[in-house]
Antibody, heavy 121, light 110 residues
Framework: EVQLVESGGGVVRPGGSLRLSCAAS????????MSWVRQAPGKGLEWVSG????????GYADSVKGRFTISRDNAKNSLYLQMNSLRAEDTALYHC??????????????WGQGTTVTVSS | QSALTQPRSVSGSPGQSVTISCTGTSSDVGGYNYVSWYQQHPGKAPKLMIYDVSKRPSGVPDRFSGSKSGNTASLTISGLQAEDEADYYCCSYAGSYTFVFGGGTKLTVL
């Protein structure tokens, strides 16, 4: 079964850090680009960051650029999101998602259930 | 990276057709044939319904179709069914390895 399982969410104070992980299974992980997409409570989807199949190309939303870092370990079938300098507005459910292509341009066909990040003092 | 513009809500009766628009710019929707659409039921993860503007993943009914003209993409759902009631989001590649989503549209089946 093709599956993505996120972990690493939690409650953190403003200015703090968290590292999210996404474990992939059931498919050849390094054949696909990957993204992180978040959804604040009661709000819409927001693309956060993406990475191509070998980690050679990455992209970030303006709202997180300079604070978040995406990476992947193809040997471990895992995707990561290092989040620093967290703000209240980063509070959301964070999904990892698989793109249809190696270069995460075409659309996201497999989604995890998400991990919740709450930034609060 | 401004969000794509979608109507906040649309509605239709069972059996009817509805169209959801998604307006961007020449830097995203108009510049690439990489528009995708997602369906999200409450408390569930999004589901890919359309990719590459008009292609349907395996398992998505052919009642769902996508198109694009200039800077505006559209999702049309024909033969509305009760289970189509959900939130729908468009998404476009926006260059430089970035994506942008629309604000979402709530579809109500009357």
């Amino acid at each position: 079964e093709v599956q993505l399982v996120e972990s690493g969410g939690g409650v953190v104070r403003p200015g703090g850090s968290l590292r999210l992980s996404c474990a992939a299974s059931g498919f050849t992980f390094d054949d696909y680009g990957m993204s992180w997409v978040r959804q604040a409570p009661g709000k819409g989807l927001e693309w956060v960051s993406g990475i191509n199949w070998n980690g050679g190309s990455t992209g970030y939303a303006d709202s997180v650029k300079g604070r978040f870092t995406i990476s992947r370990d193809n040997a471990k079938n895992s995707l990561y999101l290092q989040m620093n300098s967290l703000r209240a507005e980063d509070t959301a459910l964070y999904h990892c998602a698989r793109d249809l292509s190696r270069y995460y341009k075409r659309g996201m066909d497999v989604w995890g259930q998400g991990t919740t990040v709450t930034v609060s003092s | 990276q401004s969000a794509l513009t979608q109507p906040r809500s649309v509605s239709g009766s069972p059996g009817q057709s509805v169209t959801i628009s998604c307006t961007g710019t020449s830097s995203d929707v108009g510049g690439y044939n990489y528009v995708s659409w997602y369906q999200q039921h409450p408390g569930k993860a999004p589901k890919l319904m359309i990719y590459d503007v008009s292609k349907r993943p395996s398992g998505v009914p052919d009642r769902f179709s996508g198109s694009k003209s200039g800077n505006t993409a559209s999702l049309t759902i024909s033969g509305l069914q009760a289970e189509d009631e959900a939130d729908y989001y468009c998404c476009s590649y926006a260059g430089s390895y970035t994506f942008v989503f629309g604000g979402g549209t709530k579809l109500t089946v009357l």
